[in-house]
């Protein structure tokens, strides 16, 4: 029977694939870079394949970020951690569609700081109150 990916690898993998769509990489090329191919790009991306350190600091080189930026927001193993962690309205598993990847990707070409602040209240003043992200 096969064990199924620990959640931090699944959300290792996840954040290298949002950096890596973020900034407009093909897991080919990403994999070309590594001297991997482009399915164990896939393999990191889903948690089936851990990724060593070395790798995801070469990765992390590829990607323009540093290493903690793949842990930032990860799941804790401590559930006495988790239940001191005051509720930030934010889920800590968050997996992003592509739609949340186009928008950021559009917001990010907003040069204007002042539009930026009133997309942001836009997108706020759209968000039934009733609702939370944790849910």
Known sequence: MKKAPDPIDRYVGHRVRVRRLLIGVSQEKLGDALGVTFQQIQK??????????????????????????????APRQEVAIEEERPNSGISSDL???????????????VSSPQVRRRLIGLVESLVDPTETAAE
């Open 44 to 73: 990191y991306e889903k948690g089936t394949n851990r990724i060593s350190a070395s790798r995801l600091q070469q990765i992390a080189d590829m990607l323009g970020v540093p290493v903690g930026f793949f842990y930032e927001g």
């Open 95 to 109: 997996f992003w569609t592509s739609q949340d990847l186009q928008l950021v990707r559009a917001f990010q070409r």
